[in-house]
Nanobody, 121 residues
C-alpha cells in the first residue's frame, strides 16, 4: 500500500558528500516521524537520524555535525545530507516512515529497501 524508495547512494572518497532521498508513495493520509537507519556488513542496523513532521531532527552521536536530515511534507520525501564522510559511514542506508493510511487511518511503519553508500579512504 505504501512504498518507500531511497536514492542517492554511491561511491565517494573520504571527506566527500552525498545527499540521500527517500520518497514515499501510495495510499498515504499523512506521515508522522521519518528516520534514516544504516547497516554495515556484519553489524546490526543502527539509527542515524530522525525528523518529526514539524522538521525537528535528532542525530546519532557518530554523525552529529556532519549529517543533516530534512523533509518535504508536500512530497512525502525525507533527505539526508551527508558531509565529511568517513570510511566508517559505509553502509546500506534505509529510510523509515511512521505512516497513517488514507482509507483505513491505520498507522503502520514502513521501510525502504535501502541504498548503498561506500566511502573509500
Amino acid at each position: 500500500q505504501v512504498q518507500l524508495v531511497e536514492s542517492g547512494g554511491g561511491l565517494v572518497q573520504a571527506g566527500g558528500s552525498l545527499r540521500l532521498s527517500c520518497a514515499a508513495s501510495g495510499s498515504i493520509f499523512s506521515i508522522n516521524g521519518m528516520a534514516w537507519y544504516r547497516q554495515a556488513p556484519g553489524k546490526q542496523r543502527e539509527l542515524v537520524a530522525t525528523i518529526t513532521r514539524g522538521g525537528i531532527g535528532n542525530y546519532a552521536d557518530s554523525v552529529k555535525g556532519r549529517f543533516t536530515v530534512s523533509r518535504d511534507n508536500a512530497k512525502n520525501t525525507v533527505y539526508l545530507q551527508m558531509n565529511s564522510l568517513k570510511p566508517e559511514d559505509t553502509a546500506t542506508y534505509y529510510c523509515n516512515a511512521d505512516t497513517v493510511l488514507r482509507d483505513s487511518y491505520a498507522r503502520i511503519n514502513y521501510w525502504g529497501k535501502g541504498t548503498l553508500v561506500t566511502v573509500s579512504s
